[in-house]
Nanobody, 122 residues
Framework: VQLQASGGGLVHAGGSLRLSCAAS????????MGWYRQVPGKQRDLVAT???????NYADSVKGRFTISRDSAASTVYLQMNSLKPEDTGVYYC?????????????????WGQGTLVTVSS
């Protein structure tokens, strides 16, 4: 299972970015997909997750500004980030849990992408 994230970059405060992450590897199901953020010297923190049924969960700091969505047929998750603030700066990691693959039925847990850098200038 591979996760390929894209969409990071440099943006001014108040601007918007859209992150994408596609999972690949003969996938037929993914339970939870999401995004985490990490800044130097700190742990990786939850930004947002979405289940296969569409239930979403957001960090308090991004509620009302970020929207997570997914295309289950394409095993892809998106993060629309609006009204960005300098404190949103960090490396954003894509996450996928309980990924089912074929033809031999196997499940893979705790899968991480390579990270994409988001920098918000003040």
């Amino acid at each position: 299972v591979q996760l390929q994230a894209s969409g990071g970059g440099l943006v001014h405060a108040g601007g918007s970015l859209r992150l994408s992450c596609a999972a690949s590897g003969n996938i037929f199901s993914v339970d939870v997909m999401g995004w985490y953020r990490q800044v130097p010297g700190k742990q990786r923190d939850l930004v947002a997750t979405i289940t296969g049924g569409g239930h979403t969960n957001y960090a308090d700091s991004v509620k009302g500004r970020f929207t997570i969505s997914r295309d289950s047929a394409a095993s892809t998750v998106y993060l629309q980030m609006n009204s960005l603030k300098p404190e949103d700066t960090g490396v954003y990691y894509c996450y996928a849990d309980r990924v089912g693959t074929a033809p031999k039925l196997r499940y893979y847990y705790d899968n991480w992408g390579q990270g994409t850098l988001v920098t918000v200038s003040s």
